[in-house]
């Protein structure tokens, strides 16, 4: 028997994402060990905090769209992206909202959320204040 994946509607409602506050608490919800990180030392090594940061957040995105996939394909479902800015200092980020409603998109699904609040949240918890957006797109030493 298929298992029918929740709405985000439904999931929701009994799961609150803002419970997600850093990528240990996405891993225990998704049954994962936090310290088992990617093995990324055939990587050229300027990546391989890029790749690392990468895995945190899709850990963090799925543990916080609890159930809910984007359907890349589908342009009736809106999916949301947090959009990050750094800031002049270069060493911090600002964030805002994205919407994408087209399927000609250039977001990865895996970085989509179902919800515009999702989105706000995951820029100010993991960009803003968290170091996994940072990794993933500023190279520092």
Request: with cysteine.
């Amino acid at each position: 028997m298929k298992k029918e994946k929740l709405s985000p509607e439904k999931s929701n409602k009994t799961f609150d994402f803002r419970t997600i506050t850093s990528f240990e608490k996405a891993c225990e919800k998704e049954n994962l060990d936090p310290m088992a990180l990617p093995e990324v030392s055939m990587i050229p090594e300027e990546f391989r905090k890029a790749i690392i940061g990468a895995y945190k957040l899709f850990i963090i995105f799925k543990a916080i769209n609890n159930g809910w996939i984007a359907r890349m394909g589908d342009a009736s479902q809106l999916k949301y992206e947090p959009w990050l800015r750094v800031l002049s200092s270069g060493c911090g980020f600002g964030s805002s909202i994205c919407v994408c409603d087209y399927t000609y998109t250039a977001v990865g699904s895996r970085l989509c959320t179902f919800s515009p609040e999702a989105a706000i949240y995951i820029g100010k918890q993991f960009g803003e204040k968290g170091s996994e957006y940072r990794d993933f797109f500023l190279k520092t030493e």
